[in-house]
């Protein structure tokens, strides 16, 4: 894998990555939607309580 770090210039780049990062338990076959997975901010961003604190950072 080439991991590296990226910086995220606009909300647009910001919104795409944490789309992203969200859908990876969906495409890993463990729940059918982001905000399932208990472990996810993806919950917060749907406006579900969740076990995550979601702060925005910019």
């Not at 795409?16 to 919950?43: D, M």
């Amino acid at each position: 894998h080439n991991n590296h770090p990226v910086e995220l210039h606009n909300n647009e780049l910001f919104i795409q990555r944490l789309n992203y990062i969200h859908q990876n338990p969906v495409r890993a076959g463990l729940v059918a939607e982001p905000e399932h997975y208990l472990y996810s901010s993806a919950s917060n961003y749907a406006g579900i309580l969740s076990l995550l604190d979601v702060e925005c950072v910019f």
